[in-house]
């Protein structure tokens, strides 16, 4: 981005530099889109009551529940692990420093070392229970507000198997939404008899990476309820998994488990804004800058420097600094989709004290010689007019530090004298007299 800001003076004139730079003009505060797009309010499992002690705990997630799921209360303690399938379980790093830490992130009962897509919490799902006829388990949330009938609705989510837990790996996952509840038991079958959408995603082996999965569903209207996993009474296609890290043979555990993060469901037409750090600029060392163009809710923002991403400025949109030297702020914003983006502005800060330019020779023939008596900021150039005020010539200037002067040829100028002023886009900063004579 161009620097926003201004020096000045001219060649023989000296003077302080002007600085009155009104910053909030150069760039626009996106302010009008403030209502929540994701209807899903807790998509990433981060806001919890309370961190989770053990399994089936994932009505600790604040506005989830499980679906059809055994009463864990009525089943012999000591039956086969699978008799507790039906419970769907909550990981968070808020487990890492207790005894709980089997539901730690990224380290667990289930996983190797798993970190969570976005934040630190997800949850874990048996997708497919041989056992239950291929069946697996459901989870629940209740829309932030109901589907308006004939809108189309973007649905997005993120998974990846656990090599500890699985045995089979799938290729299709189901997606409900209802306008009451499928909170029910094993026994009841109170279940749609198909999905909403029935999504093929192929098989989902991937140890290391989440795939992140996207379909639309177009709206009956009044849906209140979205609900994501696998339990139609239909057959699963599903590959055989093998991972050193297996915990059960085929002997005793015959399932897919899956860990699920960053659930998204939203207006397919709700816009969205990418990271938006605001224009470079000029600053007077001492002064103060605001950065960020917009404030939204549903979104993350994070500043920090370049290079040390773990060591986080501020996580307000916008942004108040007073940097002692030129300084790059890099902003990373993640939205309701859990997308993230990236942007950059430079703030360049110079002592503002009078600024002074000598043109020489002068009256001169082939060149003229430029200097100044300090650094002339990046993206700064020289542009010459002559006497009716015409643009005749532009020349880019690439000072450093040791690097004061600027010659250029004047060899296609003709004779007459000419108005040389140094300038960031449309702020003149400085101004000096040029003879030509042939």
Sequence with gaps: MQVAGLLKNSNIISGRMLFALPLFLSFFLFTSDTTAQNLVSNGSFE?????????????????WMATFSVNIDTVNPTYNQLTHISEIELYHACCCETPYDWWCVPNNVYSVSQDAFHGSA???????????????????????EPLMKDSVYCVNFHIIISPKASNFAIQQIEVYFTKDTLLTSLVTYTFPDTPSVDIHTGILNDTENWTRISTTYIAKGGEQFFSLGTKALKSMEVERFFHPAQLWDTTVGLISYYFFDAISVYPCNAPVYTAGAGEDRLLCLGDATTLGTHDLE???????LPGNTTDTLSKQALFSVVPTKTTTYVLQVTDFKFITTWDTVTVYVENCGPLEMTIYPNPTTDKATFAFNRTIPEQAELRIFDMAGKLVSVHPLRPDEQDREFTISIISLAKGVYTCRVAFGETEIVTGKLVVYK
């Design 47 to 63: 806001d919890i009551y309370f961190c989770p002690e053990d399994r089936t705990d994932i009505h600790l997630a604040k506005d």
């Design 122 to 144: 997800y949850a874990g799902l048996v997708l497919y229970a041989k056992f239950l006829g291929g069946r697996g388990e459901v989870i629940q949330t209740k829309l932030a």
């Design 298 to 304: 549903q979104y993350e923002y994070f500043w920090f």
